[in-house]
Nanobody, 125 residues
Framework: QVQLVESGGGLVQAGGSLRLSCAASGRTFSTYPMGWFRQAPGRERELVAAIYWSGGSTYSADSVKGRFTISRDNAKNTLYLQMNSLKPEDTGVYYC??????????????????WGQGTQVTVSS
């Protein structure tokens, strides 16, 4: 059974940092693109960042460029999101997801095959 388990969320003041992790189990995703989505209250889920299976290509939404960094450790089957200079508008539930194989990012994340349960990130002003 495939599981994606996010961790690292919490409450932080504006300007602070958090590092999210997503541990995958049940199968190896070292050859799949992966990404992070977020959903703020009353808003649609949006793609925040994505990374190709090799780590050689990444995508970041304009709203987080220069502040968030996505990375992965295929040996550990784990995805990360380093979030710096956090803003109140970054508040939401963050989900990791597995994208479609053999597609480039961000297109590979249009219809993810697997989702985590989400971790709450709250940024206070």
């Amino acid at each position: 059974q495939v599981q994606l388990v996010e961790s690292g969320g919490g409450l932080v003041q504006a300007g602070g940092s958090l590092r999210l992790s997503c541990a995958a189990s049940g199968r190896t995703f070292s050859t799949y693109p992966m990404g992070w989505f977020r959903q703020a209250p009353g808003r649609e889920r949006e793609l925040v960042a994505a990374i190709y299976w090799s780590g050689g290509s990444t995508y970041s939404a304009d709203s987080v460029k220069g502040r968030f960094t996505i990375s992965r450790d295929n040996a550990k089957n784990t995805l990360y999101l380093q979030m710096n200079s956090l803003k109140p508008e970054d508040t939401g539930v963050y989900y990791c997801a597995v994208g479609r194989r053999r597609l480039a990012v961000p297109r590979a994340m249009n219809s993810p095959d697997y989702w985590g349960q989400g971790t709450q990130v709250t940024v206070s002003s």
